[in-house]
């Protein structure tokens, strides 16, 4: 008995000291330099529960601002079973976003796009795409086609909403987006494919950032599944047109070499994985973010008073010309609802908007940044005061006389930077703005009680819900 009791003994103390051991290791990662200050958490968890605490969406989140009074602006953490570099120096973010090119995201991510999707293969492929969604979703793409589709898809949406009394912008919006990419891309598509391809939609916004235990029944699971589910109606309707001989849109025209004689650049398989990432990332990106600049203008009178004052102007020249549909020209003399979007991201970008994979040793001061670690760049200096006078403030004329078509600077990055800088950002500003356009030719507000947050993406508890009443001021002045 005594013999059966000191195994047991050994055996568990073998136990206790490999475990203390395996926690000893995963708090203090070996390095061939010294790591930047910091706590690895818990084994596997990391400091991911406190980093994905629900925060006020127009401030930075307290895990950030709580590690930068105790380590300084770049520390070290681990989050969502991987090692994390966070860093909220400006000039830091600048120089590993020029030379390191792999996006860093956890698991749930990558496997939310595809180990074989080309946004995040080499830097080889990755610029192929940016050649193509440049073609699709650049100015001159937006310019001769886009903007009359979403002009229309806005206003009809928005008539149905002032006839209903109310509508959910949130919601709204991505309607708007979806058909509007799906018609470019897909062309028409039968209405029960179009109807499934909505349904999907809904398992991908909790399902984003998280652990990437693939359980029956958990967030990653259903994100799997409705990701397998896309990817089939996906190509089972492209497949149907190529047989069939059906005319395609200019995208999958681009892709299989019938414009101007070219070759085929991509295979079906590589061009439904483009799409799937493309139609997510614009989906769970840009109707979030008008829903959030609704509130704030919402939240803020003298904004919703002179942006209805502009898209007034804008309404009684198209009558006086007897015009109907916005032009190029109408989007870009919409001065001050692009000031308005410039301060509505510059306080909405409270998450990281440069996520790299460290490719090599980097060297910052007295620190080595290991290869292999993943590294999140905070866009902090938006609520720098040296930078923007009381930050926390939402106040578009602070845009005033500054150059509006830049989406990119030492002190402005909400779109990211250097080689993953968002191409869809020109894209993101139109729709914005078309929408806005609309919205501001009835009358409408937003409940009080409407709160936005942010748990890695944005975050609306109690909806994005507005009245919106037919009674314009706008129609009438114009008629």
């Not at 681009?254 to 994985?273: H, L, N, V, Y």
């Amino acid at each position: 008995m005594a013999e059966v009791y000191e195994f047991w003994t050994i055996i568990i103390s073998l136990v206790v000291v490999k475990l203390c051991h395996w926690v000893y290791k995963w708090r203090n990662p070996t390095n061939n330099g010294k790591l930047p200050p910091g706590s690895m958490g818990f084994p596997i968890i990391g400091e991911t529960l406190e980093f994905m605490r629900p925060h006020d969406a127009f401030q930075l989140p307290t895990f950030l601002t709580k590690k930068i009074l105790r380590y300084g602006p770049v520390f070290r953490t681990s989050l969502f079973g991987a090692k994390v570099i966070i860093s909220a120096d400006m000039g830091l973010n600048m120089e590993v976003a020029k030379t390191n090119h792999a996006p860093g995201a956890p698991k749930s991510l990558a496997r939310l796009f595809g180990e074989n999707n080309l946004f995040v293969q080499s830097r080889e492929s990755h610029k192929h795409v940016r050649n193509l969604t440049t073609q699709f979703l650049g100015s001159q793409g937006l310019r001769l086609s886009m903007i009359q589709d979403i002009d229309s898809l806005a206003r009809t949406h928005m008539e149905a909403g002032a006839k209903n009394g109310g509508l959910d912008i949130k919601e709204t919006t991505s309607k708007i987006l979806i058909e509007c990419l799906a018609k470019k891309v897909m062309g028409d598509m039968e209405a029960d494919a179009a109807k499934e391809l909505t349904h999907c939609w809904r398992y991908f916004p909790r399902g984003w950032f998280r652990f990437s235990w693939n359980i029956p029944g958990n967030g990653v699971y259903r994100m799997l599944k409705a990701r397998k589910q896309m990817m089939n109606l996906l190509k089972e309707t492209v497949l149907k047109k190529r047989a069939s001989g059906e005319q395609f849109e200019e995208f999958f025209k681009i892709i299989f070499g019938e414009i101007e004689g070219g070759s085929q650049t991509m295979s079906i398989e590589e061009a439904i994985e483009y799409i799937f990432t493309l139609f997510v990332l614009a989906n769970e990106t840009t109707p979030a973010v008008l829903a959030a600049t609704v509130k704030l203008i919402n939240d803020n009178p003298k904004v919703k008073q002179e942006l209805r004052r502009e898209h007034e102007r804008i309404v009684r020249d198209k009558t006086e010309k007897d015009e109907t549909d916005l032009t190029w020209e109408d989007y870009k003399s919409m001065t001050f609802t692009q000031m308005v979007i410039n301060e509505s991201l510059r306080i909405s970008s409270t998450v990281p908007t440069m996520l790299r994979m460290v490719e090599h040793d980097f060297h910052v001061g007295d620190y080595t940044i290991p290869a292999g670690w993943i590294f999140m760049g905070f866009p902090s200096v938006h609520f720098n005061p040296e930078m923007y006078e009381d930050p926390l403030a939402f106040n578009p004329w602070r845009w005033e006389g500054k150059d509006l078509r830049g989406i990119l600077s030492r002190t402005y990055m909400p779109f990211g930077v250097g080689s993953r800088l968002c191409l869809g950002a020109e894209f993101a500003k139109l729709q914005m703005s078309i929408f806005i356009h609309h919205l501001c030719r009835y009358r409408w507000s937003m409940k009080t009680e409407t709160t936005v947050l942010r748990r890695f993406i944005l975050m609306f508890p109690r909806g994005s819900d507005i009245q919106i009443s037919e009674d314009t001021q706008v129609d009438n002045s114009a008629g």
